[in-house]
C-alpha cells in the first residue's frame, strides 16, 4: 500500500510531505495555515511535535512512510 505522507527527520526539523489527495486534505484541515513549508509540497515540523501529528494522521486512517536523510 502507497503511503499518503513521507516523513524526513533531519535531526533539528523533520519534514512532512503529503504525497496523495487525501494527505493534502488532512494538511489544510490540522495544519496551520502559517506552517513553514519546504519547497513546494512538504512542511517543517519541529521533532517535539511529530509524535502528536503521526498520530493524528494514523488516527484518520492514513499511513506515514518514514524516511532517513
Do not use: C, Q
Amino acid at each position: 500500500m502507497n503511503p499518503d505522507f513521507n516523513l524526513r527527520d533531519h535531526g533539528s526539523v523533520v519534514i512532512l510531505t503529503p504525497r496523495t489527495n487525501a494527505a493534502e486534505d488532512w494538511v489544510i484541515k490540522h495544519l496551520p495555515a502559517d506552517a513553514p513549508a519546504w519547497g513546494r509540497s512538504g512542511y517543517v515540523i519541529e521533532p517535539r511535535f511529530v509524535a502528536a501529528i503521526v498520530a493524528g494522521i494514523h488516527g484518520d486512517g492514513l499511513l506515514v512512510e518514514e524516511m532517513h536523510a
